[in-house]
């Protein structure tokens, strides 16, 4: 475990990285977004953050705290329902018009709905979307852009999505997307695997940029029962407080301050940094930790890592040594392309 002092050292020395680093947070109206959002904007110098949701009251809610953490910080609210595609797409050409280059995307967009498959127009299931599909669609858009931020000063490019890193299962290549397999527990499982499987893809197509995926652990203060049925958010009510006094949850400044560590410290480095520019690995790693850790494929530095929620490697797991054996991860990345034509297909036509 990486002590929570070392997390807090290293997060308030993200300002070597110098004034203006440009950021997005997607899922940042509520919870975890929320929390790496405001510890982000804290720790920077003069930073331009952009952050995606539904709720424009909490989105303002968030930009006036905000300002008391830092008067020199910019935010914008970007609103849109990334359970679509097409909104992603416009959200990304919104940003691609105002900045050149983005250092940062952490994405923690999501629910805990029950509910069985709900599709959209797009003809893929929502939950599924936020989970997954957009997550990968806002990489895929905004790679331009990470991409030059990796040959600008600091030479800083990275992404976090934030989900179930360690939890990943086997999954069913006859239907990847679940159009008729779907189940709540199938589509933790298909988002979180292939969630993981992408970071390393990403990774071998853009060496200069960090691409991680993270597990939280149990965060209670956040809005994901929203969407769960009546009975069980009575249930989570009854446990939130009991389980926010053991250790077996981790408080929204612990959570906000881990996740910010994740996106920005030295220990989790690009697999090729750009020369000669110490700072293109993040935030130089605290003194007395080993750097850089182990990536998803167990080799240190790899530039693809699966994160636990106290900032270690979630392990080496044979399920995934297998997928990567027989390059799983290459038919993923094929298959989300093939979702992102369709889809693209789909709203030309409307
Ligand atoms: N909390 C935990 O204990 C825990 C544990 C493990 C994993 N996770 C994962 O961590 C992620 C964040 O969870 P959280 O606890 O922070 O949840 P949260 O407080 O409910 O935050 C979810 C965020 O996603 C946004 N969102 C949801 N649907 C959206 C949509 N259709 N379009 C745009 N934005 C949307 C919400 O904003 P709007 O409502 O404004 O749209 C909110 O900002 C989730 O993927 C969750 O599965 C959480």
């Known amino acids: 475990m990486v002590a929570l002092d070392l997390v807090h050292a290293s997060n308030a020395q ?3 990285l110098g004034p203006g680093l440009v950021a997005l947070f997607v899922g940042a109206t509520s919870g975890i977004g929320e929390y790496t959002a405001k510890a982000f904007i804290e720790n920077a110098l003069s930073p331009r953050v952009y952050i995606v949701g539904r709720s424009e009251s909490a989105a303002e809610r968030i930009i006036n705290e905000c300002k008391d953490l830092n008067k020199d910080g910019k935010i914008e609210f970007l609103k849109a329902d990334v359970s679509e595609l097409g909104e992603v797409d416009r ?5 691609t018009k105002k900045e050149s280059h983005i250092n940062l995307i952490v994405q923690s967009q999501g629910n805990m709905s029950l509910r069985g498959r709900d599709e959209s127009h797009e003809g893929i299931d929502r939950k599924f979307t936020l989970s997954y599909y957009s997550r990968m669609r806002f990489i895929s858009n905004l790679l331009p852009l990470l991409q030059s931020a990796a040959t600008q000063p600091p030479h800083f490019s990275r992404t976090l999505s934030v989900f179930n890193a360690g939890f990943e299962g086997k999954l069913n290549f006859k239907d990847l997307e679940l159009k008729n397999t779907f189940s709540a527990a199938r589509c933790a499982t298909h988002t979180t695997t292939m969630n993981s ?4 893809e990403f990774s071998k197509r853009q060496p200069a ?3 991680a995926h993270s597990w939280p652990a149990t965060v209670v203060t956040t809005g994901l029962a929203r969407e769960l049925p009546a009975w069980a958010r009575v249930a989570m009510n009854v446990l939130s407080p009991l389980l926010s006094l053991s250790n077996l949850a981790v408080s929204n400044e612990e959570t906000g301050a881990r996740q910010l560590y994740i996106a920005t410290s030295g220990v989790y480095p690009p697999a090729k940094p750009s020369e000669n520019s110490p700072l293109a690995s993040g935030v130089p790693a605290p003194k007395g930790l080993h750097a850089p850790m182990l990536g998803a494929n167990v080799v240190a530095g790899s530039g693809a ?6 900032d270690e490697p979630t392990g080496k797991q044979k399920l995934l040594q297998e997928y990567r054996e027989k390059n799983v991860g290459a038919t993923i990345w094929e298959h989300t392309m093939g979702i992102f034509e369709r889809v693209a297909e789909i709203n030309q036509g409307q």
């Open 14 to 16: 993200l300002r070597q």
């Open 91 to 95: 959200v990304c050409a919104e940003i």
């Open 197 to 200: 499987l992408m970071t390393e």
């Open 209 to 211: 940029t960090t691409f």
């Open 305 to 310: 890592y699966l994160v636990n929620w106290n």
